[in-house]
Every structure is written in C-alpha cells, then in structure tokens.
C-alpha cells in the first residue's frame, strides 16, 4: 500500500510538471518576450520554486516575474569571450608566482564617495531576450543599459546614471555614458524598473538625519553630453497629471508622508514594483508602509499617487516606530512582507491593512534586508544579525546570527523555523539576504541549498543550509571569508548557474566583503566568486567539471573535480577525505581537489620537500596535488619547474630518483577575487543571452563601496567583471 501510494504521488507532481512544461513550451516560450528583460534587488527577493499542484501552476501562469525568472534559467547562455579577465578564470602571473585575484572588464567613476551602497543593487535592462544590443538603431531595440545610483548630491554630480554600449564585442567606447540625471537629493536606496523599461522609480531623501523623501518616477532620454561630473539637472514636474505628458527627460516626486500627514524620512526601504497592479509598496523610517497606485500607467482622471484612503498608509509598529525594510508582495495571500530594525518581520493585509507582526527574531542590529518571498511554495525567508539568545551550538554562551523560514500566513508571534548561521555577539555585524542555488529551482520537490554569509559576531564564513523538500536543514560551514578574528561584514549573496559557462564553473555564489579578504589580491575589501555547484544523479558532468561536496563524516565541504567524462550514478558516492583520492561515480570519475578555502595556496619551490597529500597553486591557475613520493617516502622537487599537466587527472614528475614526486592536477581553483575597496553593493547578474551576439555580454554588476582607482582618479567606482 505504502509503495502505491508513492507511485501515485510521484506520478501527480511528474504529470504537474509535463502539463506545465508543455505549456510553457507551446505558450512563452514559443513566444520571446518582447518586452525586454529587467534585472533589479526585487528579483532576489521575490522568487519561484518549480510548482507542484495544478493551483500554484494556475496562480504562477500570469505573473510576469514567474516568467522573467524562467527565462534567466531556460535561456540557452554564453559567457563572455574575455577569457582574460573572466572572474572565474583570469589570473595574474610572475614566473611561478599565480594568485587568484580577478580583472575588471571595466570600472567607471561614480565620483568621490559615490556608492551604490551596502546591501543596494543595480539595475540592468535588456530590451530583448535574444540579443546583447550596444547601441540604438533604427533596426534594432534600445540598447543594454545599467543604472547606477550614486548615493551623492551636489549640482555637479549625478545622482542617478546609466551606461550602455556595455559588452567588449561592441563598438566604438565601452561603455558610454546613457544618460546622467542630478535629482537634487541622495538615492540611498534601489532603483526598479517599469515593465517596459522606459521609466524607473525609487526612493530620494533630502537629508539622511531628519530629512523628507520621496518616491521620484523618473522617464529617462538617451543623451550624448550628460556626465557623472556634468549632469542635466532635473526639476519636477508641478503634479502628477503632468508626469502623464511631459517629455523625457523629466520626473516626478510623492513625497512620503505619515497618516496624519507629516513628512517622513527614508534611507533603508527600496520601493518594490507589481508588473500587474502598477502598485508600488515602500517603507519609511517611522514604520509607515506606503502603497501607491497608479505608478508608471496613471491616466488623467487617476493620474500616479500614493494611496491615502483608509487603512492606508499602515504603520506596522506604533509602539515603538522605527526603520522599515525593503518591502515584498504576494499576490496569493494579498499581503506585504516588510521588516524592521526592531528585529520583527511584519504581514500586512492589502485590503484590510491588518498587521501581524512576528516574535522578534533579531536582537542585533535588527532586520536590515528586505524578506525573501518563494511566491510558489508560500514561504518568506529573512536573516538576522542575532537571535537573542546565550546558546548558540558550539559557542555559548554567545547568540546566533540566524535565518528565519515563516509560512506566507503567519499569525502574530510567531516564531518561526530558525536555523543557526554562525555565531553573533553584542556588537554584530549586519547580516544581508542569501541566495538559493539552481538545484532548489529546478528540483520539483523543493530540495536544494540555501547559500547565506552568516557568523556575524566574528569571522564571517559562507554556510550552506540545505533544504529537502522545502524544509530548512542545519547549516554547514563551507568556507571562511577572512582571517581569523576579523569582524568584518559581507554583502547579500548571488547565485547563478550558467550551463554555457566554462567547464568547471558552471554554476557560482557571488559575494564580498568589506576588509581583510582572504583571497590573493585581496588584503582590502574585495568581490569573491565561488564554485557551488552540487553532486546530482543521472547528470552528465565533463571533464574539468567542478562540484561542491559535503562530508557528515567530519562536517567540512570539498571541491572534486571530474577526471573522466560522464554520466553520475544513482546515488552520491562516500567521499572521501584525503586530496588527491580518486572516486567512481557511474560513468564519471571525480577527483578530490581537498578542503575547501579562499587563502592563498603556496607556489611551487625548488628542491623542496613535500608530504603526501600536499597541494600548491601551479603557474597555469590548477591545483596540483602530490599523490606519490618515490619509494623512500619522501618527495623532494627537482632544480626548475616542471611542465605542469593542464588536463584534470593529468600527472607531473618532478625531481629525480627515490624522492621523485608525481603531481596530479585537480582542476581549477574554486575561487577567485576582484579587489574592491569597501566591498560591494548587491551584486546582479545579467545571463540572458541565447547566441553569442556579442563578445563580452553575460556579466555581473556593481559598486564599490568605498573609494579606488576608476580608472584613474580614485572615487567610488561603477564595476562590471565576467562571470
């Protein structure tokens, strides 16, 4: 009985999945988006795990973000032909000396101080799905554009600025500026996009300390004069009827205002956009949630404008008020998920404007990043700087930095499902959303990872929470990000997985931190790419192929790399402990690169002495691993280099006689780093592109968070790298 009933089961959730699939190809995806393609912080926080039911097909079918989402996954991509300065692949060379350290495709001044800011994105736009466009044509679609806020105002410095003419396939100077807009305020927040692209909002303040803000639609104009130092200055328009018809460009301010109607201040909440409601939710720092409509698609009678009619404006906290979180909705249970720097997470009911607020779950610093919404599965996800308590594992009587799992309908105090990432402390650092990676998204059964910078009181480590069946599992220390008794903060986490990426890449987590780095190039702050990419069965893997395993034996994570092309077995193989060690996977073979770390591996040396198992960095960027000593037990390498086996798998002699050692090459290191001075804003990644239309498209996108060469003067810098 027990065996039928898992039969049928299965049998369900694959018929879910054909029937969705089939539709998906004879509906969507026989039909590019025409529309363009935008990336933004609200599509980190606003996710899709694969649907299970007829109901969560049916209730996913018209949301436009449900489907920008498929297509970042499904999209046949390419990466960048910039082999040399890929972030994944680039590498810097003296003799024998190799570091792992990242070159910049290109840099651009934000000017002096100028940052997106911690825990803020970019936005990118692609204006087709299909093609990587440099510039506008009468034949061709607007061109790619990125929009950078700059945090700053001064009337001789952009506020707000694009680029186009982005990817190093394009011709003429990359990149341009697109245009360059002085708002006569500070954007301390992120920028959205309107569906089409032609018009961008988000939220401007007079003054950080005691100043008023604004909610600034803004219609932008390409520009061949406008500058990050020579701005066009915009003023708004007199009222909203007359955003409807002014010519790009120009913008138009809401101020934020409390339910009384007092002025209020806004510096931590980003305004989240509904595609289908033109609805927009923003908080403010007196825990005013705001909700506007319409937006970008106002008309004359019902021109844009927030929504003041009782229950709104909601003050979610009229205790103890204080600032909001960058807001997320759901379409399936009408609420709004916002947080605050008191520590609780709050639901807010669309139509009623009732509140249910949660147990406090940060004790820290409080919530500082918005909630992350799975839309499908009816989870909210928020992470927490300390939980409060005096018995973290492994470190009481210190608190636990935390993330938090709620169910969409949560009722008032509630506790939720926490799980430890690390220790926390009196003082802690912040800590920023993580990221979920592609076996999450594409397992029909909710089973993957859960990738957060966690250990806040201390040394931040990367931790990895797996998930079966959608259910939180304990975390896994992966790997450490600085040295030991560093307090330094991270940034949110990125995860991609790119099919067309190069073998043993494949799929990576993006992330910085803001000092004392520990990879090579990276005593400062800097950008850190690392392999993430999971065992799975019945997958065909290649040579050089390079996978994130986890040992229960001792609790540590591995990098293997494939000696031997192909198919995987049905189940995971034991791994084992030891580098250099060889393991049989159905068709494939994998090699044990060793424990995982983001240090500097040490360089070859001349006659020198090296034990079994010991691994250096060779002059080609491979891990090498001694696995033979010659007959006495003691390997001793020769007068000169060898030349080092560039194949997976692939041996080296070195030295001579009894002490000879034989090299085996382990692939690739599993990370690599971009100085960035301060570290970094949320990092996007725009990996869209089905036919290599351009060399150079395929990147990630971001901002210093403090000053450095851009490329000359030192300044806040505007940063895209290959993946």
């Not at 605050?340 to 607020?357: C, E, K, P, R």
């Not at 690739?668 to 960035?676: C, E």
């Amino acid at each position: 009985m027990q065996g039928n009933v898992s039969r049928v089961v299965l049998f369900g959730t694959g018929l879910v999945a054909l029937v969705t699939l089939g539709w998906i190809l004879t509906g969507h995806a026989a039909n590019p988006l025409s529309e363009g393609l935008p990336i933004d912080w609200t599509h980190q926080h606003v996710i899709f795990s694969q649907p299970q039911t007829f109901e969560e097909v049916g209730r996913l079918a018209g949301d436009p973000r449900y489907w920008q989402q498929w297509y970042r996954q499904h999209v046949a991509r390419v990466i960048s032909a910039n082999g040399e300065s890929s972030i994944e692949s680039a590498y810097t060379q003296t003799g024998e000396s190799v570091d792992n350290s990242a070159s910049n495709d290109w840099v651009q001044t934000l000017g002096a101080g100028g940052s997106v800011g911690a825990g803020n994105f970019p936005a990118k736009y692609s204006f087709n799905i299909n093609t990587a466009n440099c510039v506008s044509n009468p034949t061709n679609a607007p061109p790619d554009f990125v929009v950078f806020s700059t945090g700053l105002a001064s009337s001789t410095q952009a506020s707000i600025v694009a680029y186009d003419n982005l990817y190093s396939g394009c011709t003429g100077t990359v990149p341009s500026v697109y245009w360059a807009y002085n708002t006569s305020a500070q954007i301390l927040t992120s920028p959205v996009f309107s569906r089409d692209g032609s018009q961008i909002a988000f939220v401007q303040t007079t003054n950080p300390v005691g100043g008023v803000a604004s909610l600034v639609l803004l219609k932008w104009a390409a520009s061949t004069t406008e500058t990050v130092g020579s701005p066009l200055t915009l003023t708004p328009v007199s009222s909203p009827s007359a955003y409807l018809s002014c010519t790009a460009p120009c913008m138009l301010t809401l101020p934020l205002k409390s339910g009384t109607g007092t002025a209020t201040n806004n510096t931590t909440s980003s305004v989240y956009y509904d595609y289908v409601g033109d609805t927009a939710w923003v908080g403010d720092a007196s825990s005013w949630l705001h909700r506007f409509n319409p937006v970008f698609s106002g008309t004359g009678t019902n021109p844009p404008g927030e929504v003041t009619t009782p229950p709104w404006p909601v003050q979610v906290n009229a205790t103890a008020p204080t600032a909001l979180t960058s807001p997320v909705h759901d379409t399936a249970s009408g609420n709004v998920f916002v947080g605050d720097q008191g520590g609780f997470l709050y639901s807010v009911n669309v139509s009623t404007g009732s509140v249910s607020a949660s147990a406090r779950v940060d004790f820290g610093v409080g919530l500082v990043d918005g909630p992350i919404l799975d839309r499908t599965a009816e989870k909210v996800y928020v992470f927490s700087s300390s939980d409060g308590t005096t018995n973290c594992p492994g470190a009481a009587p210190s608190p636990c930095s935390a993330v938090y799992q709620f169910p969409a309908t949560f009722s008032g105090g509630a506790t939720g499902t926490e799980i430890p990432v690390g220790t926390s402390s009196a003082t802690p650092n912040p800590l920023y959303s993580g990221a979920f990676d592609n076996a999450f998204y594409s397992s029909s059964l909710r089973t993957g990872n859960l990738y957060v910078c966690g250990d806040t009181g201390v040394n931040p480590i990367l931790y990895r929470v797996p998930i079966t069946g959608g259910v939180l599992g304990a975390a896994t220390q992966v790997v450490t990000i600085t040295a030991a008794g560093n307090h330094r903060t991270c940034s949110p986490v990125t995860d991609i997985f790119n099919p067309n990426g190069s073998v043993g890449s494949q799929e990576r987590t993006y992330f910085s931190v803001v000092s004392n780095g520990d990879p090579t190039g990276c005593a400062g702050g800097c950008a850190i790419s690392f392999v993430s990419m999971p065992w799975t069965a019945l997958t065909g893997f290649q040579v050089g192929q390079e996978i994130l395993v986890y040992r229960p034996a001792n609790g540590r994570h591995y990098i293997n790399v494939a000696v031997q092309t192909g198919t995987s077995g049905t189940t995971a193989p034991a791994w084992p402990g030891p580098a250099g060690i060889v393991t049989p996977d159905g068709g494939v073979r994998w090699l044990n690169q060793g424990l995982v770390q983001l240090g500097a591996f040490g360089a070859w040396a001349r006659l020198h002495t090296y034990a079994l198992r010991s691994r250096i960095l060779d002059s080609n960027g491979n891990i090498e691993v001694v696995t033979a000593v010659g007959t006495s037990g003691v390997g001793t390498s020769g007068g000169s280099a060898p030349t080092w086996n560039t194949t997976p798998g692939g041996t080296t002699l070195d030295g001579t006689g009894t002490t000879q050692i034989t090299w085996t090459n382990a692939g690739a290191l599993p990370s690599v780093a971009l100085a960035s001075a301060g570290g970094t804003s949320g990092i996007i990644i725009d990996n869209t592109v089905s036919q290599a239309t351009q060399a150079g498209a395929s990147q990630i996108y971001f901002s210093t968070l403090a000053n450095q060469k851009c490329p000359t003067t030192s300044t806040g810098c505007a940063v895209q790298t290959s993946q």
